[in-house]
T-cell receptor
Framework: AQSVTQLGSHVSVSEGALVLLRCNYS??????LFWYVQYPNQGLQLLLK??????LVKGINGFEAEFKKSETSFHLTKPSAHMSDAAEYFC????????????FGTGTRLTVIP | DTAVSQTPKYLVTQMGNDKSIKCEQN?????MYWYKQDSKKFLKIMFS???????INETVPNRFSPKSPDKAHLNLHINSLELGDSAVYFC???????????FGPGTRLLVL
């Protein structure tokens, strides 16, 4: 069975500081991993995904994530936080069965301090 | 052009009522999903559906039923609404064999 754990339900960073949001996964097969962002009162937008190949994945808005199999991690980073990055971030793993259902972590709320 | 749309955006209703939420995608995708986001922002899969198969999460009460009139629509019917059904419901779609799911804006359901 697939599952995801996000460490830290709330993360606060200063504007211009490094953003690090943590995600660890559990999967019985090589996983497909995703990061989605949810702005207030909006739907989910895909930031980036990992399927196979290069373990460092670049996404939109300057975010990137690195798949580390040995650590079963897929942490999300951004070198310099902007005020507009304030949102809820969800890590997810696909079950890779016929429907490719997504199993989400509990989310991390990112606050950016001016 | 909205890729995945849902109506209504907000839904306030009384316990015991029956309601429907509509979802439409114009991406030509063959698989659609319903997710529930609770008050703690936790997202959980409810259903996945393509033109061949409906997969139901075993934890979903049978008061919930998806109905697909055609490939572009997957509506969610809820019978005998309960207070605990209050949540945000998201529709999503995916085009096989690609794996990325595209989400709608959500429907905020409040049961009084």
């Amino acid at each position: 069975a697939q599952s995801v754990t996000q460490l830290g339900s709330h993360v606060s960073v200063s504007e211009g500081a490094l953003v690090l949001l943590r995600c660890n996964y559990s999967s019985s097969v090589p996983p497909y991993l995703f990061w989605y962002v949810q702005y207030p009162n909006q739907g989910l937008q895909l930031l980036l995904k990992y399927t196979t190949g290069a373990t460092l994945v670049k996404g939109i808005n300057g975010f990137e994530a690195e798949f580390k199999k040995s650590e079963t991690s897929f942490h999300l980073t951004k070198p310099s936080a902007h005020m507009s990055d304030a949102a809820e971030y969800f890590c997810a793993v696909s079950d890779m069965a016929g429907a490719n259902n997504l199993f989400f972590g509990t989310g991390t709320r990112l606050t950016v301090i001016p | 052009d909205t890729a995945v749309s849902q109506t209504p955006k907000y839904l306030v209703t009384q316990m015991g009522n029956d309601k429907s939420i509509k979802c439409e995608q114009n991406l030509g995708h063959d698989t659609m999903y319903w997710y529930k986001q609770d008050s703690k922002k936790f997202l959980k899969i409810m259903f996945s559906y393509n033109n061949k198969e409906l997969i139901i999460n075993e934890t979903v009460p049978n008061r919930f039923s998806p109905k697909s009139p055609d490939k572009a629509h997957l509506n969610l019917h809820i019978n005998s609404l309960e207070l605990g059904d209050s949540a945000v419901y998201f529709c999503a779609s995916r085009g096989s064999p690609k794996i990325t799911q595209y989400f709608g804006p959500g429907t905020r359901l409040l049961v009084l």
